[in-house]
């Protein structure tokens, strides 16, 4: 391969890598939608995109912000699926004090008229803080304007005061330091006597106890009383509406939550898998090897992109080059213990599917593993006939596996015996871990 082929294919595995980053960590949402607009005397503090949500779930996302006969225009892309009505309420709503804004609506009522592409809905104002820290700085001018003009001089005069005795109080203190500690001598000889009237007077005790006892139970009865809604301690206890209204509060506190682990914690839900395989093609007497990288955003989907056939043209038959360095690039589909896969399978179109009956097909391990492919590679053939594949592989440890695949079944059978190796971003992470605490230890 020339250095211009070499360059290009690094220049096309950048470009597609680039895409596949922008796939997986992107916001797009292929969803039909419709617009609305809702209009705020002030959007200060609100981002362009961001997003829209009835009772805390994401159903659109900004458009655009526009300035509209003095007022910010702000029109909504909603999920055609939500319905809004005439009555429905937007409003400018905060994660936190210093949290990122978004939009808030109260979708109304079904019984008035649903609102439709280019519709505007009603808008409830709120304060943004440059407003609210406005307000505070001018009360503390306030407070410091009253100081200098002696206003509230007689506060002020007092407080003085106070400062002036806490320091007469406290050089007092230094003062009778003898003092206190002779009292304190006083309390321990004091303790001492006392737990000699203790030992003389055991009887006595025992009565006091026997009478806090009777006391308790006394109380014990009383909170009876209050549990089974007795009495008006027991009603406002016992109050179904305040226990609803307690639970509504926590609800919205754990839902506040769940939207910042949400939000945060996106990125460390993708999961990396580097994988490489020694293949040996018994038919031909070649060895091959393969390394790509797989994307799990979630357990249900998969991106894969690597090169199969990997070798130095230089090295290899002219008749074999052809041959060499193909590209793989697929997506792919889980069920539990089913997938399946589409895209380009050394440099071909093609299809493949997999199928783990002992672990879930998204386990990072899996003990039985069976998979076939169909893809079209003509230069291996002459009638021109799809490349079908099929194979088997056994788990030896979590990143170790073995195993055989068919090719060319429908013409020439080249069986293909191989080893794959797999390593996780955790088992990395586990071995930069490992490799910390040996360098530690070493020192």
């Known amino acids: 391969m ?5 360059l290009g294919l690094f220049v096309t595995l950048g470009i597609i890598a680039v895409a596949v980053s922008i796939m997986l ?3 797009f949402d292929f969803k039909s939608k419709y617009t609305i607009n809702a209009y705020f005397e002030n959007a200060s ?53 210093i949290g990122t804004k978004y939009i808030e609506i109260v979708p109304g009522t079904a019984s008035n008229k649903m609102l439709t592409d280019g519709d505007s809905i009603k808008t409830l104002g709120s304060s ?10 001018e009360q503390v001018n306030k407070v410091l304007k009253n100081v200098s003009s002696g206003v509230n001089e007689d506060f002020f005069k007092n407080l003085s005061d106070t400062v002036k005795n806490l320091k007469k109080v406290s050089r007092t203190i230094a003062d009778k330091e003898k003092e206190i500690a ?26 006091i106890v026997l009478e806090i006892k009777k006391v308790s139970m006394q109380l014990d009865e009383f909170m009876t009383k209050i549990n089974k ?10 109050d179904e509406e305040m226990a609803t209204e307690l639970k509504q509060t926590v609800s919205s506190i754990k839902t506040t939550v769940d939207e910042l682990k949400a939000t945060f914690g996106k990125a460390s839900r993708l999961e990396i898998d580097w994988e490489y395989m020694y293949r040996y093609d018994t038919r031909a007497e070649k060895s091959y090897n393969d390394f790509g990288i797989r994307f799990r955003p979630n357990p249900n989907k998969f991106y894969y992109l690597g090169i199969s056939n990997i070798a130095n043209s230089k090295d290899v038959l002219p008749e074999d080059r052809e041959n060499i360095n193909k590209l793989d690039a ?59 594949a099929a194979g088997a592989r056994l788990g030896v440890f979590h990143w170790l596996y ?37 360098a530690t230890g070493s020192k």
């Open 128 to 137: 943004s803080i440059e407003d609210m820290i406005a307000g505070v700085v």
């Open 402 to 438: 073995a195993g055989v695949q068919a090719e060319n079944i429908t013409s020439k059978t080249s069986w293909m015996p191989y080893v794959k190796v797999k390593i996780t971003d955790k088992d990395i992470s586990s071995l930069f871990g490992v490799a910390s605490i040996a």
């Open 25 to 27: 960590l992107g916001n």
């Open 2 to 6: 020339t250095n211009e082929s070499k």
């Open 45 to 97: 503090g609100l981002p362009k995109k961001a997003k829209v949500k009835i009772a805390g779930v994401d159903v659109g996302h900004i458009k655009n912000i526009i300035l509209e006969n003095e007022k910010a225009k702000i029109i909504l892309n909603i999920s055609s699926g939500v319905k809004i009505y005439s009555d429905g309420v937007a409003k400018i709503v905060a994660t936190g004090i």
């Open 182 to 207: 002779q009292i304190i001598n006083n309390f321990n000889k004091f303790s001492g006597d006392l737990a000699e009237v203790t030992s003389q007077n055991k009887e006595d005790i025992r009565k």
């Open 330 to 388: 697929l997506l792919g589909f889980r069920s539990k213990y089913f997938e399946i896969y589409g895209g380009a399978i050394r440099s071909t179109g093609g299809l493949g599917a997999g199928f783990s009956p002992y672990n879930p097909i998204a386990d990072t391990y899996r003990k039985l593993y069976f998979n076939v492919e169909i893809f079209d590679t003509n230069s291996q053939t002459t009638d021109k006939k799809p490349n079908i």
């Open 229 to 238: 809604g007795k009495g008006t301690i027991g009603t406002l206890v016992n």
